[in-house]
């Protein structure tokens, strides 16, 4: 494991199911971010947090809701998905500072069916 | 723009033969670049990252990169190739402090044949 925790690993919703994606980390740091990874493409950012307050929001479809109550956790609310939705999300941290790395979950894999 | 580029979508190499995976990136101001690896069904862990000084960095399982600002590039090599080292490279650039923001390439899958 390496610090950061996602769950569930693989999930499987209809469109018109609501779900969430959880990540937990215990590091220390004080921003995560939510990547989308589809097959073939870049990564793509979604969102990050640093301190708990939202600082990027990539043009991402409202049906995508993050969420992070505190500075260990953030969640990815999702509601009325498309199949093109399908993908591994992965949630990162790391500490504020452009020198620092992220850590990596090890995603969940999402299937919109 | 800025932009990280990856050129090669997959890099074969024999067990035991020397391995480069190239990037290249375009970004104003002082880049910070990182190599990132993700294993089938996982996240991406850190390999290595330029910061400041030496070209040349060394990071996790033998890999090392070197730093190249007239050719902005930053190629991950490694001397031995090892079957387990067969996974997907991630080149990322940060621009300097101010941006949380990565730039990822679209990465590069290395495969080492036995």
């Known amino acids: 494991e390496t610090g950061v925790t996602q769950t569930p690993r693989h999930l499987v919703m209809g469109m018109t199911n609501k779900k969430s994606l959880k990540c937990e980390q215990h590091l220390g740091h004080n921003a995560m971010y939510w990547y989308k990874q589809s097959a073939k493409k870049p990564l793509e950012l979604m969102f990050v947090y640093s301190l708990e307050e939202r600082v990027e929001n990539n043009s991402v479809p409202s049906r995508f809701s993050p969420e992070c109550p505190n500075s260990s956790h953030l969640f990815l609310h999702l509601h009325t998905l498309q199949p093109e939705d399908s993908a591994l999300y992965l949630c990162?941290?790391?500490?504020?500072?452009?020198?620092?790395?992220?850590?990596f979950g090890s995603g969940t894999r999402l299937t919109v069916v | 723009a800025q932009s990280v580029a990856q050129p090669e979508d997959q890099v074969n190499v024999a067990e035991g033969n020397p391995l480069t995976v190239k990037c290249t990136y375009s970004?104003?101001?002082?880049?910070?670049l990182f190599w990132y690896v993700q294993y089938p069904n996982r996240g991406l862990q850190f390999l290595l990252k330029?910061?400041?000084?030496?070209?040349l960095v060394k990071g996790s399982y033998g890999f090392e990169a070197e730093f190249n600002k007239s050719q902005t590039s930053f190629h991950l090599k490694k001397p031995s190739a090892l079957v387990s080292d067969s996974a997907l490279y991630f080149c990322?650039?940060?621009?300097?402090?101010?941006?949380?923001?990565?730039?990822f390439g679209t990465g590069t899958r290395l495969k080492v044949l036995a």
């Open positions: 970004v104003s101001g002082n880049p910070y």
């Open positions: 330029y910061i400041t000084g030496d070209n």
């Open positions: 990322a650039v940060r621009v300097a402090s101010g941006t949380y923001k990565y730039i």
């Open positions: 990162a941290s790391s500490q504020n500072g452009a020198g620092y790395g992220y850590t």
